[in-house]
């Protein structure tokens, strides 16, 4: 057994992005999946003392962990649907990562109207909160009159509103929350890799022993065997499993999301409101300096490999909700900054109305391949924990395992460096660990720290560009940081600039990064973008 962080493993290479990659040719524990559930698998994995490898067919993230609502919450819906366990679960994770990562889970309040005659009421919904703050082990007022709650949110529609209530969750960037879990890995010794397909499993007899990997830019396979192969695509999950399609356990559900300028929405806190439609819970929230508004609950039909996109249909009903809960701000689809859309890998349990689809996860094995899906971004680490449990038979635990009850190692600095702010300390200490001061050193040939409009440092995006195995550039603006959600149009008016800063340090010539650009811009439009049938009309 390898000491954590030593890799002592037989060897091989493959090609990837035109530079040869080390993979090892033996590994106790093969992760398919680079989404939150995979990195949270492979944090644990590695801390237990296991050879681990992570293989990511795309982007680390780019699936649903990257398209989320960006919420660390215990889901207080899931208690009217009888969901408790899932309920407690979620607040303590929730309560846990707001402790220990501050910068990067950041508390949200959420405030909740009352209206006479709609929605549920009063004292039930108090009751729901009380129940919630006991799981949290917390208590905070939740009550206020009309006028106290006009002042909290402001805008809002006042014809028959009878005060409100708020109550405490948590929001987060869901990719950076991935990538700390990955640099946490790394350090204990797995290695992750992004563009690095599994092409097809490996058998001995009828029992998967390991997988055939190729880099996405090459026709180069290495075989790398494994004591477990754990099958965490989302997704694109019982594609691994090789189902047929009447055997498939998977119900893949889209949310999708629109962010608009705050100026243009503003909201002191969150707000969450029963859309007047059908009654489903719809909220917006001040995040990375926009406000975002979510989210749908449909069928997704398209298949797994396609930048999901926001139907009209989804815009159509998130704008009738603003237009209900905020009729005086007059919104537009002129507004909207871009949007986005997520796939929830959720496991189908038979229920007609996706919103009562349950978001609980499953563990599924079958002859060496253990399938993780379904599940919250907030109780990553104890489906991680429990996947490994489940393990305990078939792969013991190494004499050089150590208990480890804290999500990351402390940092090497945390006192605030002179004439930086604290809250953005916090902030790059939170999304980059132990290299926000290498960050703050980065010295960039332009008049102003921030892209213009955001709360991104120009320093950020050079240090990702080096360090965050960034191969495309939508990895970098829509992913390493959220430079293409939050700029109109993409960010297309500073690329030049970000060229002059970038194009060096991703090793990249002009024809290279004119394709990068194209490409890039490609993608913004056709996914990120409203369907053009929404700016005609707006």
């Known amino acids: 057994m390898s000491v954590n962080g030593e890799h002592d493993w037989r060897s091989q290479r493959i090609a990837n992005n035109g530079s040869a990659q080390t993979l090892p040719a033996e590994v106790d524990i093969l992760i398919a999946g680079g989404g939150i559930t995979g990195a949270g698998i492979a944090l644990e994995a590695a801390r237990a003392g296991y050879r681990v490898l992570l293989a990511e067919q795309k982007d680390f993230a780019w699936g649903s962990s990257s398209r989320s609502s960006k919420l660390v919450h215990g889901g207080l819906r899931y208690l009217k649907e009888g969901q408790w366990k899932l309920t407690r679960d979620s607040v303590r994770e929730r309560q846990r990562l ?70 405490l969750d948590a929001k987060t960037d869901d990719v950076r929350l991935v990538l700390r879990v990955l640099q946490e890995a790394r350090a204990l010794g797995a290695v992750c890799r992004n563009y690095l397909k599994v092409q097809h499993l490996l058998y001995d007899g009828d029992q998967v022993c390991g997988a055939a990997l190729c880099a996405a830019d090459s026709d180069d396979i290495v075989e790398v065997r494994a004591k477990i192969v754990i099958n965490a695509c989302g997704a694109w999950s019982d594609q691994l499993r090789k189902v047929l399609p009447d055997t498939q356990k998977l119900r893949p559900l ?12 503003p909201v002191a806190q969150a707000v969450s409101l029963l859309h007047p439609d059908d009654g489903r819970p719809v909220f917006l929230y001040p995040w990375e300096g926009v406000t975002l508004v979510g989210t749908t609950d449909l069928d997704h039909q398209e298949s797994a490999d396609q930048e999901p996109r926001i139907s009209k249909q989804e815009v159509d009903y998130l704008m009738r909700a603003l237009h209900w809960q905020f009729p005086s701000l007059a919104l537009t689809t002129a507004d909207v900054l871009s949007c986005y859309a997520g796939v929830r890998p959720v496991v189908d349990d038979g229920h ?4 009562q689809v349950s978001r609980d996860h499953v563990l599924w094995q079958e002859n060496g391949l253990l399938t993780v899906t379904g599940g919250k971004l907030t109780t ?5 924990k429990e996947a490994l449990d489940s393990l305990s038979d078939v ?38 660990g132990n290299a926000a001061r290498d960050i703050l050193s980065i010295r ?30 939508d990895d970098l603006l829509l992913r390493r940081t959220r430079y293409g959600l939050i700029l109109p149009q993409g960010g297309e008016a500073h690329l030049s600039v970000l060229r002059g800063l970038c194009q060096t340090a991703l090793g990249w010539d002009d024809q290279r990064w004119q394709f990068e650009q194209q490409r890039y811009l490609a993608i913004w439009r056709d996914a990120y973008q409203l369907p053009a049938v929404c700016l005609q009309n707006s």
């Open 444 to 473: 960039c040939n332009v008049p102003e720290a921030f892209v213009a409009g955001t709360q991104i440092l120009w320093a950020e995006l050079v240090w990702c560009a080096r360090h965050e195995s960034v191969h495309h550039l």
């Open 98 to 167: 707001l402790n220990e990562a501050p910068g990067l889970v950041q508390p949200q309040s959420f405030a909740f109207s009352h209206y006479r005659g709609k929605g549920p009421s009063r004292w039930l919904f108090a009751l729901g909160l009380a129940i919630y703050d006991k799981m949290a082990g917390s208590h905070a007022r939740h009550q206020y009159n009309q006028t106290e709650y006009r002042w909290l949110a402001p805008h809002i529609r006042a014809e028959g509103l009878d005060g409100g209530m708020c109550y």
């Open 254 to 265: 889209r949310g999708s999301h629109l962010l608009f300028p705050a100026w243009r929405l």
């Open 395 to 432: 792969l013991p635990l190494p004499d050089a395992a150590v208990g480890h009850e804290r999500l990351f190692s402390p940092l090497n600095e945390i006192n605030t460096p002179t004439g930086i702010p604290a809250d953005l300390w916090q902030r790059l200490c939170g999304y980059y």
């Open 352 to 355: 007609a109305d996706p919103s």
């Open 380 to 384: 990553f680490r104890l489906i991680a």
